[in-house]
Structure formats: structure tokens, C-alpha cells
């Protein structure tokens, strides 16, 4: 769903000005990388900046929407504008030899040429290399436009010869208030909402049945934890590690589990605070009022070094054995 210019700017007021102000004081430059997580508008503030280099009747910075040229960059069609999307895992040269090839023809209409690489990130040393000689040679008439959520996983000589433009995040209340208002539980809204900055990916997760089994297991083993630490060791055997096998899921998983922990800071610190498990709201209070804050702090930095341990290919029954022991150990009621 494209959004409209009035959406783009409540999202993102800072980028959106930033790019009418630079064609307004004639500051264009050759090359651009818009950074920013998947769901903050890259896509279609493409598409607005393309316009607004190319409008036919340009009014106030802001494209008519109904020109020739617009039209056409709303269809896919304009002759000057490429983009390019990864073969695979990578952009690959052949990719990057090719865009060069037809960037440079004469046969195309006058005025601006402008190539969008999407998952700029994605770029492999050849193609990369390629196209740093290729930004080395700027022509006046061509603009580059690099779009990345992994803004580090460019090269630095890459990076260095284009100006950078960073999307902030996407406020998560609104993002909680479009997933509730397309159908989706406060609760599942809530949590959807920490994991993802995207509506798409929120949906597709709510409607996830691993997902949803997920949430319910880290919840369960909050409250086990809390109560027992033998139960929680059979629990872990019996449902945790059969049920998070690979290693994104554990991840995703451990990642749950802090943010519960964090509900419960947030909640003895004020009770009014938007939490990922809304739904586990009086649970949450309740066990806040018998936890510390140096419990609290510990339990979550357990959770911190277990998340370090997996990426360092722990074995994963140790790693969660440590961790439910690291959880119980040493709780101070107040």
C-alpha cells in the first residue's frame, strides 16, 4: 500500500523536509543512502524524491501526482529511473555492469537518470567495487539512491561518497493503534509491535502459530520461574527445547522472555507504562511488587549473556539450564 505525501511526512518529518529542501536550494547530489528499518517509508520516499526531481509541475516542493513523469513513476515505467533488488543473496556485478551500461546509453529521455539498489547491504565485493568506480565518475544528470537497513554492511568507501539519510523509527504507538484498528487484540498488537516496526511482518507474525505458541511459552516460564526453579527445569526440557530448535527461534525467544522482564521494571516504576503483554498486566504488578530493582536488573542482564552465548554456538540446554538458575537465584522479596 503506497502511502500518500500527508502519511509520509507524519512519518517521517524530518527526511521528507530534508529532501524538499534540498531541491528546493538546488543541493542535489549524486548519490544518496536512505537508512532505516524495514516499515519506516523507504520505499515510498523513494518514489516522493523521485518526483520531485521529475515533476512536470512541481508546486511548493511537493509533485503534482498527475503528470506524465509522475504517473509513470507511480506505474514502474519511467525510462530514466532504474532499480535494482538483489539476485539471490546478492547484487551481483553482472547487476551493477548492466545498470552502467544502460545508465550511460543516450537513448533515453532528457533531463535527471536516477538508479534505487535496494538492500544496498546485499552488494558482493565485485559488484561493490564496480560500483564505487561507477559513483568515482559522477555525472551531473544521474542520481543514485542506496537503500539499506544494514547501513554498516557497505563499504566504507561506498558510505563515504554518498550523503546519508537516516529514517527514524516509526513511534510504536502509532504503528499499535493501526494493528489494532485492522483487527488485531491490544495484546497481540503490543507484542507485534516490539518485535517489528513493520505492519506487514506484525500481521504475518499474529497470524503465526509458532508465534503465537511462542509468546504463550515465554509468558509460561516467566511465572514458573517465579514459583519454582524445579518445575521450570522439566518445563524447560519438556516444552522450551523442543519447541525453539533453531537458533533464530531461540533468539526470537529469548528476546520475548527480556521483554517481559522489562514490562515488570516498567510497570514498578509506573503503573500507567505501555508493556508488550498487556494482557499480563495484574501478574506483572503483582510480581513487581515483591521484586527489586537489582533483582530485576540481574535477571534481565541473565538474559543479555544468554542471548551472547548463543551467538558464540553454546550448547543450548546448558546455555537455558544456566539461565533458569541465573533467573530464580537469589530473590529478594520487599
Known amino acids: 500500500m503506497t502511502r500518500t505525501i500527508e502519511e509520509l511526512t507524519k512519518l517521517q518529518p524530518v527526511v521528507m523536509k530534508q529532501l524538499q529542501t534540498i531541491v528546493e536550494k538546488n543541493r542535489l547530489a549524486h548519490a544518496y543512502i536512505f537508512e532505516g528499518e524495514k516499515g519506516t517509508?523507504?520505499?515510498?520516499v523513494v518514489s516522493f524524491f523521485m518526483k520531485l526531481l521529475l515533476c512536470g509541475n512541481l508546486s511548493k516542493n511537493v509533485p503534482c501526482e498527475t503528470c506524465r513523469n509522475c504517473r509513470r513513476i507511480d506505474s514502474g515505467n519511467h525510462p530514466n529511473i532504474w532499480q535494482i533488488e538483489p539476485d539471490g543473496q546478492f547484487i551481483k556485478i553482472d547487476q551493477i555492469r548492466e545498470l552502467v551500461a544502460e545508465v550511460k546509453m543516450t537513448g533515453v529521455e532528457e533531463g535527471k537518470k536516477i538508479y534505487v539498489l535496494h538492500h544496498a547491504d546485499k552488494l558482493n565485493i565485485a559488484s561493490a567495487n564496480m560500483l564505487l568506480k561507477f559513483l568515482e565518475e559522477p555525472d551531473g544528470q544521474v542520481v543514485a539512491i542506496l537503500l539499506t537497513e544494514q547501513i554498516q554492511s557497505i563499504i566504507p568507501t561506498i558510505r563515504s561518497r554518498c550523503q546519508h539519510?537516516?529514517?527514524?523509527?516509526?513511534?510504536r504507538i502509532n504503528l499499535m493503534?493501526?494493528?489494532?484498528?485492522?483487527?488485531?487484540?491490544?495484546?497481540?498488537?503490543s507484542t507485534t509491535s516490539m518485535v517489528t516496526n513493520d505492519i506487514d511482518t506484525a500481521f504475518a507474525l499474529a497470524?503465526?502459530?509458532?508465534?503465537?505458541?511462542?509468546?504463550?511459552?515465554?509468558?509460561?516460564?516467566?511465572?514458573?520461574?517465579?514459583?519454582?526453579?524445579?518445575?521450570?527445569?522439566?518445563?524447560?526440557?519438556?516444552?522450551?527445547?523442543?519447541?525453539?530448535?533453531?537458533?533464530?527461534?531461540?533468539?526470537?525467544?529469548?528476546?520475548?522472555?527480556?521483554?517481559?522482564?522489562?514490562?515488570?521494571?516498567?510497570?514498578?516504576?509506573n503503573q500507567q507504562a505501555v508493556s508488550t503483554y498487556p494482557d499480563m498486566y495484574q501478574r506483572f504488578n503483582e510480581m513487581a511488587l515483591v521484586l527489586t530493582y537489582e533483582k530485576l536488573s540481574s535477571q534481565m542482564q541473565a538474559i543479555l549473556q544468554a542471548r551472547t552465548n548463543l551467538n558464540r554456538n553454546m550448547n543450548r540446554t546448558l546455555l537455558m539450564e544456566q539461565l533458569m538458575l541465573n533467573l530464580q537465584e537469589g530473590y529478594t522479596f520487599v
Open 207 to 269: 497470524n503465526d502459530e509458532q508465534f503465537v505458541l511462542a509468546r504463550k511459552t515465554v509468558l509460561k516460564l516467566v511465572e514458573i520461574v517465579h514459583q519454582n526453579i524445579h518445575e521450570a527445569l522439566l518445563f524447560l526440557h519438556e516444552e522450551w527445547l523442543p519447541l525453539f530448535k533453531e537458533k533464530e527461534e531461540m533468539e526470537r525467544a529469548l528476546d520475548l522472555l527480556l521483554f517481559a522482564y522489562r514490562d515488570i521494571v516498567a510497570i514498578k516504576a
Open 165 to 171: 539519510i537516516k529514517f527514524a523509527k516509526a513511534p
Open 41 to 44: 517509508g523507504k520505499r515510498d
Open 177 to 189: 493503534e493501526q494493528l489494532i484498528d485492522q483487527g488485531l487484540t491490544k495484546s497481540m498488537a
